[in-house]
């Protein structure tokens, strides 16, 4: 990955993580199952973006 790609998943996870701690903060109920699924597609979704990126840097 070069180095525009760490930038962007550096713009884009840093404020995800933030809101995603201030919603925990505002459950009352502290059901935490949503937010675990919601954390796994996150880490599926970068780890697919990650590999679709390194697909095509490669080259032919």
Request: zero cysteines; glycine letters at 4%.
């Amino acid at each position: 990955m070069n180095s525009m790609s760490f930038l962007f998943f550096g713009l884009m996870l840093i404020p995800l993580i933030a809101f995603l701690v201030w919603i925990v903060k505002q459950d009352k109920n502290r059901n935490y199952i949503g937010l675990a699924v919601l954390a796994v597609a996150v880490i599926i979704a970068a780890y697919v973006a990650i590999n679709v990126d390194l697909k095509f840097m490669s080259p032919q």
